[in-house]
């Protein structure tokens, strides 16, 4: 059990694979962090949602979830995920789980299952036309995803990358929950603000929440088009929205996310800029993470 806890995993299998405490009681694995302080946002959520669908019955899948960093997580401390079971209905079932290091929840979430029955498909969110992601440079700060940025990342401009090509970097297997898993762990990359006017919108920040629509299912281990767009800035915060594609154009998800926007900062010497990051959470805005590779912050309740 120790080695559970204290050993980083290697992989995205490792990182969504949840260890069962009690009735709805998980522990989960952190990733290896490589340059980061704080946890990734897309980490802890991705948790959250696999722990809230291990109490859900198996012909549910996840349709939506909303979710809200509290407070920065520590990538030293085990995260213990706590599942509510708000309601099962006829077709719909609903979870609350919040995610907690040392007695302080640094996330919350409410995610909702449905029971799939035949209906109409329509498909008419923004798409931009991109090239494959064989001919996109490889790049990126996670070492479990392969990443490559459609548009460029430049820490010394303040500019991050709001269209990305990614996928796991192992094999997920067959099953469709660890895909979804993954889904939502890559889709905190990114910030819709990370390729505006910096004197005019700031620097993208920590998120402040993220919610997630699931769609169709696709692998997360095979290349997946995250594609942000943003929407309104207004009293340092601002709202993007943006999908989930597979390399065929298929809709899986649509994403929107609110974050911090604050002043750019200037770079330390030999140091990575904190740009939009993933951060899961952090007070006053916490810390606003993001080596080069450009994750949309997650994170904080002043």
Avoid at 141 to 157: I, M, S
Avoid at 237 to 248: A, I, K, Q, T
Wanted: hydrophobic share 35%.
């Amino acid at each position: 059990m120790t080695a559970f806890v204290n050993e980083p995993g290697t992989d995205l299998t490792t990182v969504l694979t949840l260890e069962p405490l009690d009735r709805d009681l998980f522990r989960a694995r952190n990733g290896r962090q490589n340059l980061r302080s704080s946890l990734y946002g897309g980490q802890v959520a991705a948790q959250s949602l696999l722990a809230a669908a291990a109490t859900v019955d198996g012909d549910r899948a996840p349709h939506s979830f909303h979710g809200y960093f509290l407070r920065a997580g520590r990538p030293d401390l085990p995260v213990v995920l706590r599942v509510d079971r708000d309601r099962d209905g006829r077709s719909f079932s609903a979870r609350h789980v919040v995610a907690i290091q040392d007695g302080a929840v640094i996330f919350s979430m409410v995610a909702s299952f449905h029971h799939e029955r035949p209906g109409p498909t329509f498909d008419d969110a923004p798409r931009r036309d991109v090239p494959p992601p064989e001919s996109v440079p490889v790049g990126g700060w996670n070492g479990l995803l392969d990443v490559r940025e459609v548009t460029r990342t430049d820490l010394a401009a303040h500019l991050y990358t709001d269209c990305i090509w990614v996928r796991s970097a192992t094999p997920l297997g067959d099953d469709p929950l660890l895909h979804i898993g993954g889904l939502v762990y890559l889709s905190d990359l990114g910030s819709g603000f990370g390729q505006q006017d910096r004197s005019l919108l700031g620097m993208g920040g920590p998120s402040i929440d993220h919610s997630l629509w699931f769609h169709e299912p696709i692998r997360a281990d095979d290349w997946v088009l995250i594609d942000l767009q943003p929407v309104k800035a207004r009293a340092a915060r601002g709202v993007y929205r943006g999908s989930l594609r597979d390399r065929d154009g298929l809709l899986a998800a649509t994403i929107m996310q609110e974050t911090l926007l604050v002043p750019p900062r200037p770079l330390r010497d030999g140091a990575a800029d904190g740009g939009p990051g993933g951060e899961s959470g952090g007070e006053s805005g916490g810390e606003s993470g993001g080596e080069s590779g450009g994750e949309s912050g997650t994170a904080v309740q002043p």
